[in-house]
Nanobody, 124 residues
């Protein structure tokens, strides 16, 4: 079982910046294949806003491309989301996500985990 702990949310004015962090930990060996950030605004579906796989490839939707940057520190099993030039439309609860490979019963298996969510509010 992998635990994800998020930090870094808060209130910021439009045009400002925030950096979210998500630390993964477990009592057993695991490898993060894909790390990602999602967000969910009130009344809307959860949407993917940034992903980074273990080859270094990243992906962003047009709504955040050029403003948000995902990064990974594999040695620390920590991922980050740097958010610049924030807009009121970015207001949402932000969740980190990992897809992992873990040894269970002698075999590598795939699992998905979510962080607890952190509120980001951008005032106009």
């Amino acid at each position: 079982q992998v635990q994800l702990v998020e930090s870094g949310g808060g209130l910021v004015q439009a045009g400002g910046s925030l950096r979210l962090s998500c630390a993964a930990s477990s009592g057993t060996t695991f490898r993060i294949k894909v790390a990602g950030w999602y967000r969910q605004a009130p009344g809307k579906q959860r949407e993917s806003i940034a992903t980074a796989d273990d080859s270094g490839s990243t992906n962003y939707p047009d709504s955040v491309k050029g403003r948000f940057t995902i990064s990974r520190d594999n040695a620390k099993n920590t991922m980050y989301l740097q958010m610049n030039n924030l807009e009121p439309e970015d207001t949402a609860v932000y969740y980190c996500y990992v897809n992992t490979r873990e040894i269970r019963a002698g075999r590598w298996r795939e699992f998905d985990y979510w962080g607890q969510g952190t509120q980001v509010t951008v005032s106009s």
